[in-house]
């Protein structure tokens, strides 16, 4: 046991594509028309993205025991009705549902309903914006440099999917791109052979 794992190549499209279970199995099996649903899923609610107090959460109830247990929270008990008792019901009246869930959570900040969740055990994430994704620490270690030793500018740029042995060797830093021009006397001279007075 080193540490250092294995390497695992991954497509992106099969990767993309594995996400599709649902919608291909119907389409290539059953021939039914798959349309988008944007955040929200096909067959389960509330499964959706909801803006709160001072951010976007992202909220996942699967089941009706689970839809029980957030209807019990007390920011949740109005919703506490017949009709939305069974998925099928919230299903056909996911549109009024989510405007209700919206209502409610946008008085709530996305740490405290993480915590009420977390604390029943419902599906739910903190949206991140940049600046977030930025400050994450498993991320800000990954990010790549890049800087120009004739302005001084330095770039941050995403991490790749892949840390390669060139990258950890320079300690994610990559060499600025040439400007126009820049090294035509050395390609001319040292490696084409042209006198430096030709040029």
Known sequence: KTGQGS???????????SWLTVAITLTA???????????????????????????YVYIAV?????????VNLPPFQSLDKPEYEKNDGRINNVVNL?????????????EELIELFNQIGLPISKIHGIPEVLE????????????????GLELTL????????????????????PRFGEHNSEIYSTVL???????
């Open 136 to 151: 994450d620490p498993l991320i800000k270690r990954r990010l790549l440099k890049s800087r120009d030793s004739k302005s």
């Open 98 to 110: 989510n405007q209700s869930i919206s209502e409610i959570v946008s008085a709530i900040t996305s």
């Open 193 to 199: 052979g042209y006198p430096e007075n030709d040029l």
């Open 29 to 55: 099996t059953f021939n039914q028309k798959i349309t988008r649903h944007g955040n929200t899923h096909e067959f389960f609610a509330p499964v959706s993205v909801f803006k709160t107090k001072n951010g």
């Open 158 to 177: 995403a991490p790749p999917p892949f840390v390669t042995s060139f990258l950890k060797a320079s300690d994610n830093s990559l060499p600025f791109p």
């Open 7 to 17: 390497r695992i190549d991954i497509s992106m499209l099969e990767s993309a594509t």
């Open 62 to 70: 699967g089941n009706d025991r689970q839809w029980k247990a957030m």
